[in-house]
């Protein structure tokens, strides 16, 4: 099924998770602008070495490089089959010149998907944050653990990493941009009537079915 998606929320809040979920239940593919940045940082790219330490310290990248990324993927012709963007659009400027592209490219959103989470879980969701370093699946050391020590579930590898940037002072920057540059996002989307707001606290399973209602929600309110 063809969907423009787009998930908000603050770090730690689980849009990762869900955009997964949402890819294996809909095929969509998704465009998430911190995994592009960390593999230039990783690949150690001139633009990847600026980035480095913007990212170290839970900074926001220039708006310019994020709206590029996204341009990009849209001129490749890698979302003609839809989207689901994680992490994008992060500031005010970039959601509108998001909405510019959009239009050129003669494409509408569907439906923006905000993910609300008090700060009380946000530092024990990063901290303990762990990923399987070849399926890239997410995992907590208290919240969601493998089901068996030291294996992942999804793929059975056994090596796992961690983000530099979940540790608790730069989450906390993080948290503090999220406030400052991309809450006011919000109001933009809600004015068009584009913003659905879920409970970010349940479970993983209880996250995601109630995104699923609000896309049905959305689809059906528009008749289609
Ligand atoms: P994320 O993986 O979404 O938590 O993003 C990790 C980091 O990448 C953020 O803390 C920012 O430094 C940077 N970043 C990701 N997306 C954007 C964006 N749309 N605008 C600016 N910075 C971004």
Known sequence: ???????????????GTQARRLNERL?????????????????????????????????????QLAIDSIREKMHQGLTDAGFILDGFPRTLPQAMAFDRILEGAGLKLDIVIDIQ?????IIERTIGRFYCHTCEAEY????HKTKVMGVCDVCGGTHFDRRSDDNMETVKKRLQEYRAQTMPVLPYYESRGLLATVDGTGSIEAVARQIEESIQLKVKSRGE
């Open 1 to 15: 099924m063809k969907k423009y998606i787009v998930m908000m929320g603050p770090p730690g809040g689980g849009k």
């Open 27 to 63: 095929g969509v593919p998704i465009f998430s602008t911190g995994k592009i940045f960390r593999s230039f940082v990783k690949a150690q790219t001139p633009i990847g070495k600026e980035l480095a330490p913007i990212l170290e310290k839970g900074g926001l990248v220039p708006d």
């Open 117 to 121: 989470v008090p700060d009380s879980y």
């Open 140 to 143: 907590n050391e208290t919240l």
